[in-house]
């Protein structure tokens, strides 16, 4: 194994049955890792996403219930108190909402995993073609530079 940047066709890339040996092969090769790059973005854009259609959600509702406080007949004491984030809105805050973005979570830590060790095949094609699909990946889903403050990762 190499532990230096080559240039080479013939690789075993993360798996042992996954090997080129030919440039048809490799060419498939670099076609599927640059969309499992592409796919990285994907899902972080959704997380944002996500995250975003969850925060107006809870302004929504806060806007409600507080435009309904004033009219103390029309909500009871106990529902405002939930609604408001009480006992109950704290034990279990958006359950489906966290059990989403926890599969998200999930599944980026899998896909950034899976580039990383498709890096350490010290490939400089393979390298490009992450570089080149994560680039392409940001540039169609982050229209602004929003998303990348907001979910920022720890690498």
């Known amino acids: ?7 080479g066709l013939r690789e075993h890339i993360i798996f042992q049955f996954w090997k ?15 969309l499992i ?10 997380r944002f996403k996500l995250a ?25 004491s106990e529902s405002r108190h939930i609604l408001s984030g009480g006992v109950i809105g704290r034990q279990f805050p958006f359950l489906p909402y966290r059990f989403n973005h926890a599969f ?24 490009l073609t992450i570089i080149f699909g994560v680039t392409v990946g940001y540039a169609f889903f982050n229209v602004s530079p929003l998303p990348e403050n907001f979910l920022q990762g720890c690498c």
Request: charged share 15%; glycine share 4%.
């Open 52 to 76: 975003e259609y969850e925060a107006r959600s809870a302004r929504e509702l806060r806007s409600d219930v507080n435009a309904h406080e004033s009219d103390s007949s029309a909500i009871p």
């Open 104 to 127: 998200l979570y999930g599944l980026q830590t899998f896909i950034s995993f899976t580039i990383m060790l498709c890096l350490m095949t010290y490939n400089g094609w393979i390298i």
């Open 37 to 46: 790059s592409f796919l990285f973005e994907a899902v972080r854009w959704t």
């Open 20 to 34: 080129t040996g030919t440039f048809l092969g490799f060419i498939t090769s670099l076609i599927i890792i640059f």
């Open 1 to 7: 194994m190499d532990m230096t940047i080559h240039w």
